[in-house]
C-alpha cells in the first residue's frame, strides 16, 4: 500500500515475531504521513485507483461500541474519532504524533513531533488549528 501512494520513507517495527506493531510503531516524515491521510481522506483512492478496498474508509470511522464511556474521543477502525470536530478522524501516534483528517474542510493536519505536555492539550490545539480553516 505503501508504495503507489509515493510513501518512501517508511520505516515499520516489527514485533520479535515479526508482526508489525500497528498502534504507532512506524516511523517517516511528515510528507509521507499526509499521504497516508491523503488516501484516507480519498477513500481509498490514489491517482485514480483504488488502494484499500471499497468501504473500508467508512469501516475505520464508524465508532466502536467497545470504547469506554470514560474515553473523551470515540474509536474505530484504528482511527479515533471526532478529535477535530464531528466527522474527523485521526491516527494519534506516540508522544505526539498526529495525522488528523476532517473531510468536511478537505484538510490534512499533520503533527510530527514531541511532546512532554498533556495529550489533551496537543488535542485541544489541533482541534483549534482546524477550526481556523
Not at 508504495?3 to 515499520?12: K, L, T, V
Not at 469501516?59 to 469506554?68: E, I, L
Not at 474509536?75 to 477535530?84: E, H, P, R, S
Request: with cysteine; charged share 20%; proline share 8%.
Amino acid at each position: 500500500m505503501l508504495n503507489p501512494i509515493g510513501m518512501r520513507s517508511a520505516i515499520p517495527k516489527f514485533d520479535p515475531a515479526g508482526t508489525f506493531i500497528g498502534s504507532s510503531f512506524c516511523f517517516c516524515t511528515a510528507r509521507d504521513f499526509a499521504r497516508f491521510g491523503l488516501l484516507y481522506l480519498r477513500d481509498g483512492i490514489w491517482d485514480g485507483k483504488r488502494i484499500l478496498p471499497e468501504g473500508w474508509v467508512d469501516h475505520a470511522r464508524t465508532p466502536s461500541p467497545y470504547v469506554p464511556p470514560e474515553e473523551p474521543m470515540g474509536y474505530g477502525g484504528q482511527w479515533w474519532l471526532n478529535l477535530a470536530g464531528p466527522g474527523s478522524f485521526s491516527a494519534n501516534g506516540y508522544d505526539g504524533q498526529y495525522i488528523v483528517i476532517v473531510p468536511q474542510k478537505d484538510l490534512i493536519l499533520v503533527r510530527h513531533g514531541m511532546s512532554e505536555a498533556r495529550k489533551d492539550n496537543v488535542r485541544d490545539w489541533l482541534a483549534d488549528i482546524a477550526a481556523c480553516f
